[in-house]
T-cell receptor
Framework: EDKVVQSPLSLVVHEGDTVTLNCSYE??????LLWYKQEKKAPTFLFML??SGIEKKSGRLSSILDKKELFSILNITATQTGDSAVYLC???????????WGLGTSLAVNP | DADVTQTPRNRITKTGKRIMLECSQT?????MYWYRQDPGLGLRLIYY???????NKGEISDGYSVSRQAQAKFSLSLESAIPNQTALYFC????????????????FGPGTRLTVL
C-alpha cells in the first residue's frame, strides 16, 4: 500500500531557529513529491521535486529529494512566527497520478 | 479573484438533511478533486474527476456523490448528512502541464467547514 510518512508530527521552536522537516515515502510509480504549507486555511503549494539531489529554494525555505533512500526534507532557516503552520508532503504516484498525502508536521514558532 | 472558489464557506445542518457543496475554478484545469480533512487523519480523497465525463471514487466515497457540471464546476453532495461527516472540505484542481513528468500540482479552494448536528 502506498504511504507517505512525515516526521516529526509536531515541533515547537523559537524565532531564529533552523528546522528540518522530514518526509519518507513508499509509493508505486513515483513521479514527484510536493510540499504544501497550511495555515488556518487551504494548503498552498511550496515546492515540487522530481529529481534527486537538486535543491529547490524559495527565500528561507529549501527542499531536496533523495530517490534512492525515498525521502525528502524541507528546511526553514531563521524561522519567523509567520512560518507557524502545518507542512504537508504528498507524492504523485501511480498511473492515475493521484496525490498520496502525509499527515503533516505542525510547526509552532514562538517569539 | 480567487482561482478556486467554494460555496458555502461555512454550513451547519442537521442529521438527515441533503447538502450540496459547490466548487468553481477559473484556472482552466481539467482535473478536480474533493477532499475532507479531519484532525489527525489528514487529507482524504472523496471523489476526483479527470474531465467532465470521467468521475472516480476516492478512498472515502461512501455517503457522498458528485456532479461535474462543466469543466469549471464540480459539486459534492451529502444525500443524508450524518454527524461523522462534520469536517473541513476542500476542492482542488490540477492540470497535467507541459512537462512529461506529469507533475499534477494541485491548487486548493478556501474550504467549507461543515457541521452536522
Amino acid at each position: 500500500e502506498d504511504k507517505v510518512v512525515q516526521s516529526p508530527l509536531s515541533l515547537v521552536v523559537h524565532e531564529g531557529d533552523t528546522v528540518t522537516l522530514n518526509c519518507s515515502y513508499e509509493v508505486t510509480n513515483f513521479r514527484s513529491l510536493l510540499w504544501y504549507k497550511q495555515e488556518k486555511k487551504a494548503p498552498t503549494f511550496l515546492f515540487m521535486l522530481t529529481s534527486s539531489g537538486i535543491e529547490k529554494k524559495s527565500g528561507r525555505l529549501s527542499s531536496i529529494l533523495d530517490k534512492k533512500e525515498l525521502f525528502s526534507i524541507l528546511n526553514i532557516t531563521a524561522t519567523q512566527t509567520g512560518d507557524s503552520a502545518v507542512y504537508l508532503c504528498a507524492c504523485n504516484a501511480g498511473n492515475n497520478r493521484k496525490l498520496i498525502w502525509g499527515l503533516g508536521t505542525s510547526l509552532a514558532v514562538n517569539p | 479573484d480567487a482561482d478556486v472558489t467554494q460555496t458555502p464557506r461555512n454550513r451547519i445542518t442537521k442529521t438527515g438533511k441533503r447538502i450540496m457543496l459547490e466548487c468553481s475554478q477559473t484556472k482552466g484545469h481539467d482535473r478536480m478533486y474533493w477532499y475532507r480533512q479531519d484532525p489527525g487523519l489528514g487529507l482524504r480523497l472523496i471523489y476526483y474527476s479527470f474531465d467532465v465525463k470521467d468521475i472516480n471514487k476516492g478512498e472515502i466515497s461512501d455517503g457522498y456523490s458528485v456532479s461535474r457540471q462543466a469543466q469549471a464546476k464540480f459539486s459534492l453532495s451529502l444525500e443524508s448528512a450524518i454527524p461523522n461527516q462534520t469536517a473541513l472540505y476542500f476542492c482542488a484542481t490540477s492540470d497535467l502541464g507541459g512537462s512529461p513528468a506529469y507533475t499534477d500540482t494541485q491548487y486548493f479552494g478556501p474550504g467549507t467547514r461543515l457541521t452536522v448536528l
